[in-house]
């Protein structure tokens, strides 16, 4: 079976300064995507970025960008420039590609300093 | 695009009520939709998987009975739980798989805000 494994409770950040939040899988499987969700007080979950493993060029979304480490099932998450906004739950995900199932990460709580 | 409701977001109810939850995809069709349970500073557990116009998947663990799971169009998922208990006071969530359409991906779930469920 899949696991994630975000091995950081809590992390933080000096606004406009860089972070990088860790997450790592398991799998045997070939074929999947990985997702990183955003979780601020509200609760709302929102999509930070999507990798597919078929694609080796790293996404990036804005001040995200992942590096993807597909041998090392590693896949982590960098917010450059960090703002206040950027504080939240951050939840790493893992999606085979035959299901629609996601496997949510235990969660990196991010607190931004002002 | 891709937006995803979910009514009410807060309800208080009496133990042995029932309490349906509402979930829509606004701006486009969801064959798949999904229901999670968030307890506090925990991540999200997945109750079950629905897909229009067939029963639900619910995951081990999950009484189906006290979790009802209706998706009876594309854009309309609910969940009922059943004679509500203290211990069913959780946060809830919905989300549905993208369509391609109206910004969504098909690979990629949205969420809804979620309902926060208090059984008195």
């Known amino acids: 079976a899949q696991t994630v494994t975000q091995s950081q409770p809590e992390m933080s950040v000096q606004e406009a300064e860089t972070v990088t939040l860790s997450c790592t899988y398991d799998?045997?499987?070939?074929?999947?995507?990985l997702f990183w969700y955003k979780q601020p007080p509200s609760r709302q979950m929102i999509l930070v970025i999507r990798?597919?493993?078929?694609?080796?060029q790293n996404a990036t979304e804005n001040r995200f960008s992942v590096n993807f480490q597909k041998a090392a099932k590693s896949f982590s998450l960098k917010i450059s420039d960090s703002q206040l906004g950027d504080a939240a739950m951050y939840f790493c995900?893992?999606?085979?590609?035959?299901?629609?199932?996601?496997?949510f990460g235990t969660g990196t709580r991010l607190k931004v300093l002002a | 695009g891709a937006v995803v409701s979910q009514h009410p977001s807060w309800v208080i109810c009496k133990s042995g009520t029932s309490v349906k939850i509402e979930c829509r995809s606004l701006?486009?069709?969801?064959?798949?939709m999904f229901w999670y349970r968030q307890f506090p500073k925990q991540s999200l557990m997945l109750m079950a998987t629905?897909?229009?116009?067939?029963?639900?998947?619910?995951e081990q663990g999950v009484e189906k009975d006290k979790f009802l799971i209706n998706h009876a169009s594309l854009t309309l998922s609910t969940l009922t739980v059943t004679s509500a208990h203290p211990e069913d006071s959780s946060f809830y969530i919905c989300?549905?798989?993208?369509?391609?359409?109206?910004?969504?991906?098909?690979?990629?779930?949205?969420f809804g805000p979620g309902t926060r469920l208090l059984v008195l």
């Open positions: 989300s549905a798989r993208g369509s391609g359409t109206s910004g969504s991906n098909q690979e990629t779930q949205y």
């Open positions: 799998t045997s499987e070939s074929d999947y995507y």
């Open positions: 990798q597919e493993a078929y694609k080796q």
């Open positions: 995900a893992y999606r085979s590609a035959g299901t629609y199932k996601y496997i």
């Open positions: 701006d486009f069709q969801a064959t798949t």
């Open positions: 629905s897909n229009e116009g067939s029963k639900a998947t619910y």
